[in-house]
């Protein structure tokens, strides 16, 4: 196995455990997981970092309602590169040199000073996942959740990012099923209005844990449309849950 962590690979600094989360297309629910995880985390008493490297579609600053703030008047336990452009339209012609010295300033100056760090990659393993992977030493990322939707397209995207991650050395922790069935609003049952399955099949298949289900949850659309915490608001829901539970697994 070969490992994409360059010969001046750091330790970040003041971070305990580093958890990438990754998925093979874009609209699969892998920022929303970022910031569940994160809260759950936070939530479970842990000191949690975000740094969002996803330029294509940078939605963590408005789904922990920082939209519009600049990298001097955040929490600075929030990194967006998303906080670094002049305007939204700057995404598309940053090119690979720049976004992948941006990242490596990111990783290598910040003193994060918290337990676990949570980094948000753009979909599919693109320059930033190197850049990512070529600037931390392997030993210093805890491990990869890979999030994908039942339907088998999702999947097959994965299954490559599953073989980018093998790859690259970086340890897997499981796949985790989004949208998978829907939380009615008005009685909170949970129907199966589109194929299940595909990512628990996936994760057998690839000999990885499965890390659960979590269902459409209008509440968490709109929970992240608002900036607001959908764990505290809706502790009780099935998509809670697995947030919940993610934490044990890490
Ligand atoms: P990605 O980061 O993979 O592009 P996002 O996390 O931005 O995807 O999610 C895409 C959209 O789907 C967002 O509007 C988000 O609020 C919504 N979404 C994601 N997961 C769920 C879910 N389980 N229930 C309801 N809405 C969801």
Not at 75 to 95: G, N, T
Not at 141 to 169: H, N, Y
Not at 180 to 188: D, L
Request: neutral net charge; contains cysteine.
């Amino acid at each position: 196995m070969t490992s994409a962590a360059g010969p001046n690979a750091t330790i970040l600094e003041g971070v305990g455990q580093t958890v990438l989360v990754l998925s093979g297309k874009g609209g699969v629910g892998k920022s929303t997981v970022t910031v569940q995880l994160a809260s759950a985390l936070r939530a479970a008493g842990h000191s949690v970092g975000v740094l969002d490297i996803d330029l294509c579609g940078p939605s963590i600053p408005r789904m922990l309602g920082l939209e519009g703030r600049d990298v001097l008047t955040t929490p600075q336990s929030v990194i967006s590169l998303a906080f670094f452009l002049d305007s939204k339209s700057d995404a598309v012609i940053w090119r690979g040199p720049k976004k992948n010295a941006m990242i490596k300033q990111l990783l290598t100056s910040i003193m994060w000073n918290v337990d676990y760090l949570i980094i948000d990659t753009p979909p599919g393993t693109s320059d930033e996942h190197i850049s990512v992977m070529e600037n931390l030493r392997s030993a210093a990322v805890l491990g990869a959740v890979v999030v994908t939707t039942p339907q088998m397209m999702a999947v097959g995207d994965v299954a490559r990012e599953l073989t980018f991650c093998r790859r690259t050395g970086i340890n897997i922790l499981g796949v985790l099923e989004n949208m998978a069935g829907f939380v009615c609003p008005n009685c909170s049952e949970c129907s199966n209005i589109l194929a299940t399955g595909g990512g628990e099949q996936l994760a057998v298949k690839a000999g990885v844990q499965f890390l659960g289900r979590v269902p459409i949850d209008p509440m968490l659309a709109l929970c992240s449309e608002k900036g607001e915490n959908y764990l505290v608001k809706c502790s009780s829901s099935p998509a809670a849950a697995t947030f919940q539970a993610l934490v044990t697994t890490l």
